[in-house]
């Protein structure tokens, strides 16, 4: 299973940037897909999730902000940000979650900057 990350760059306060994960290979068994970020000097976060049934989990610090969606037939799954702030500026990874046997596969992460 690969990811690839895709859509990072440079943005000013309040823009907009959407992110495009895609996934190739299988994975057998339940799973969750996710979007996490790091920001310089700071430990890997989670952002957003998305369950097999499409229900959705968001941090506090982006709800009502960014949206996490997947295409199960492009094996894609995004995250629209808005209103994006300066705090949000870290590399961004997706990431699947095999449920079980418990595995993490991560993406290579795309950095996005956001401009005061």
């Known amino acids: 299973v690969q990811l690839q990350a895709s859509g990072g760059g440079l943005v000013q306060a309040g823009g907009s940037r959407r992110l495009s994960c895609m996934k190739t290979?299988?994975?057998?068994?339940?799973?969750?897909m996710a979007w996490y970020r790091q920001a310089p000097g700071n430990q890997r976060e989670l952002v957003a999730t998305?369950?097999?049934?499409?229900?959705?989990n968001y941090a506090d610090s982006v709800k009502g902000r960014f949206t996490i969606s997947r295409d199960k037939a492009k094996h894609t799954v995004d995250l629209q940000m808005n209103c994006l702030n300066p705090e949000d500026t870290a590399v961004y990874y997706c990431n699947v979650a095999l449920l079980f046997p418990a595995h993490n596969y991560w993406g290579q992460g795309t950095l996005v900057t956001v401009s005061s």
């Open positions: 998305i369950d097999m049934d499409d229900s959705t």
């Open positions: 290979g299988s994975i057998f068994g339940l799973f969750t």
